[in-house]
């Protein structure tokens, strides 16, 4: 692979680096710009080349054999930070949430190849999961750079455009959801009597090793409740108190919510 330049050095952007760098990517080949000096810094002792300017990046990037453009920002910035930019025949691969590549493609001179593609944030430790799109200017070879890049954070999957703000509902979001669930259980083991750090540690192996079971068996989730789902027993217990206060249902809301604040964001509201 080629060099790479990041516009945006936040949590995600910095998770994309450091999984880069695990895999042998060379620090050196990789320039990122953002705005904030004290992000600069905690860059900078990854090896990799800083900049305050987007275009400074860029015209350090482009006296090397580059590959593409990462755009790791806040969606409401998103204008401002393609104010101007000519990325050189350079793909940009976005990861800014909502943000479709058709507006992308209209901040930047016309034949720029975009794809969007939505990680979560598992990526921090190489677990994540990211969907992506391609745009229609794009092509295999810019699949092919974007996925290589992307499998740095964990899975890749592909998906039409079409499907980008559900996806950021469920997985973009979901970690959220899944990090609520874990509390709740923890905080219902110390109700019931144990320890706080032994509930910790009871709800995190239960979560994780159910997790396991879905994708290892491949077996439907409901199949998997039903075995541990015995007639007048515990679970059918706490099952029956939790449909009662509408778990299923709230959760599905949870994600079109998020799915539809993903649409908003993407039609630049605030």
């Known amino acids: 692979m080629g060099a790479l330049g ?14 880069l760098l695990k895999q042998g990517y060379p620090a050196n080949a990789i320039c ?6 004290a992000r600069r810094q905690l860059l900078a002792e990854l090896g990799v080349a800083t900049f305050a300017d987007n ?4 015209a350090a990037l482009n006296k090397q054999e580059a590959d593409g453009v990462i755009l790791a920002v ?16 350079l793909p940009l691969l976005s990861i800014v949430a909502g943000y479709k590549v058709a507006a992308l493609e209209a901040l930047l001179p016309a034949g720029t190849k975009v794809l969007r593609a939505m990680p979560n944030t598992p ?36 998906v039409p455009e079409s499907l980008m703000d559900a996806v950021t509902g469920l997985s973009g979001s ?8 874990i509390e709740a259980l923890i905080d219902g083991g110390v109700l019931a009597g144990l320890p706080r750090a032994l509930a910790r540690e009871l709800a995190v192996a239960t979560v994780l090793g159910s997790a396991r079971m879905v994708a290892e068996t491949n077996e439907h989730p409901a199949v998997l409740r039903d075995m541990v789902t015995s007639p007048g027993g515990t679970t059918i217990a706490g099952l029956h ?8 249902g709230q959760v599905m809301r949870a994600v079109l919510a998020a799915t539809d604040r993903a649409k908003a964001l993407g039609e630049g509201k605030k």
């Open 6 to 19: 990041l516009i945006g050095g936040g949590l995600m952007g910095t998770a994309i680096i450091k999984g």
């Open 32 to 37: 990122v710009a953002d705005p904030d000096p």
């Open 55 to 58: 275009r400074a990046m860029l």
């Open 74 to 89: 806040k969606p409401q910035v998103v204008p401002e930070a393609l104010a101007g930019l000519d990325l050189g025949g």
């Open 123 to 158: 990526a921090l430790i190489g677990a994540g999961i990211t969907a992506l799109a391609l745009g229609a200017q794009s092509g295999s070879a810019e699949q092919d750079w974007a996925e290589k890049v992307l499998r740095s954070l964990g899975q890749v999957v592909l």
């Open 174 to 181: 979901g970690p959220g959801y899944v990090y609520l669930f």
């Open 241 to 248: 108190t939790l449909e009662e206060a509408g778990f299923s």
